[in-house]
């Protein structure tokens, strides 16, 4: 089995490169409106936000940092298959303007525009990002009624296009047997709390594309790539920054297309994606090993598994892991210019 990886530094509010209903899953953590740090990203798309932003009207700033968003939107529903997927990373945003101490939820926006196109909303996810800092609360302190809840989740939407999708095909089916996750996985993975993934620190070296990354972790992403998707299907991120999502494609043995704004970020994401190309493997070994640790305690605790994996010859909980195969990468090389082949067992 061979992928495909293309990295577009271009705008995602216009994506022509890609043909409609093309993409089988949309992963992606855009800029957040009314983070401050993103503030000059979105005044550069709109010039009336910056404007916004020195009048100190949030409402008008949030939402027209929205219509930008919307554009992307708008282009993911148009780009993905019937039946495939969105998954939007979006965190709320508190900030004080004119004096005034408020929340703008970006998630309820973004969810809002995008059943206004088409998309079903399927259960989201939150992620909780637990924080320890010293300075974590605001407000009035350990005073009552002017102290605020501090911010500790992002929310991840869920979105489908279309119905549910169907696999038609026999090589659709196979592919979507040995695309299955295994049974402790599935319990953890669909729960819509996850608590056990910390964000992210940023690893590069340059400081200014470090704070505008909006870097996520990996294991997020393989998480979803492998939760909504099968090997052989196309991911798209729209806001590729670090190149996380195209490394979890990789890993999970997906094609990608990533777009990214910021042609300051080029060396960076091409040099972490052929380095972290060496050790992909390492992640998918470590997911068999973790299997056998969890069918070891298993097995002393309630006994003889029923079922052995065809591909492995080790024991799993249901009939539906049977066929499991996960992609062992055999090579991964640039074709030309932003764009990668990988090559799998």
């Not at 006994?303 to 062992?328: A, C, D």
Request: with cysteine.
């Amino acid at each position: 089995m061979k992928t495909e990886h293309k990295i577009i530094f271009g705008d995602a509010r216009d994506m022509k490169q890609i043909k409609n209903e093309s993409v089988d899953l949309m992963i992606t953590s855009p800029p957040y409106p009314m983070i401050q740090m993103w503030d000059e990203m979105f005044g550069e798309q709109n010039p009336e936000i910056t404007k916004a932003l020195k009048a100190e009207d949030g409402e008008k700033a949030f939402e027209l940092m929205h219509k930008e968003l919307d554009k992307v939107w708008d282009e993911t529903f148009r780009v993905l298959k019937n039946g495939g997927i969105a998954c939007i990373n979006i965190g709320d945003a508190t900030r004080t303007l004119k004096d005034v101490f408020q929340i703008y939820t970006s998630h309820a926006r973004i969810l809002n525009h995008c059943l206004k196109l088409g998309f079903h909303a399927l259960p989201e996810i939150l992620w909780v990002k637990e924080t320890n800092k010293p300075d974590k609360f605001m407000g009035s302190g350990m005073l009552p009624v002017g102290a605020y809840v501090t911010l500790e989740h992002e929310h991840i939407l869920i979105l489908r296009k279309d119905g549910k999708r169907i696999f038609k095909k026999e090589d659709e089916k196979e592919l979507r047997r040995k695309s299955a996750f295994f049974w402790e996985e599935r319990n953890l993975w669909f729960s819509d709390k996850w608590k056990d993934i910390n964000g992210v620190i940023q690893g590069l070296n340059n400081k200014d594309l470090r704070a505008r990354s909006g870097a996520y972790p990996l294991e997020l992403v393989y998480r979803l790539i492998n939760m909504f998707s099968i090997q052989g299907d196309v991911v798209l991120d729209p806001y590729l920054g670090t190149g996380t999502t195209t490394i979890g494609a990789i890993v999970s043995g997906r094609s990608s297309i990533g777009f990214e704004i910021d042609k300051n970020f080029k060396e960076s994401v091409e040099e972490r994606i052929i380095e972290t190309s060496k050790v992909v493997n390492d992640i998918t070994n470590k997911r068999i090993e973790n299997h056998k640790e969890f069918v070891k305690k298993r097995t002393e605790e309630k006994g003889e598994l029923k079922y052995i994996s065809e591909n492995y010859g080790f024991p799993v909980m249901t009939r539906q892991e049977l066929k499991i195969k996960l992609p062992i990468l055999k090579y991964f090389n640039q074709k030309e210019e932003g764009i990668f082949e990988a090559g799998f067992d």
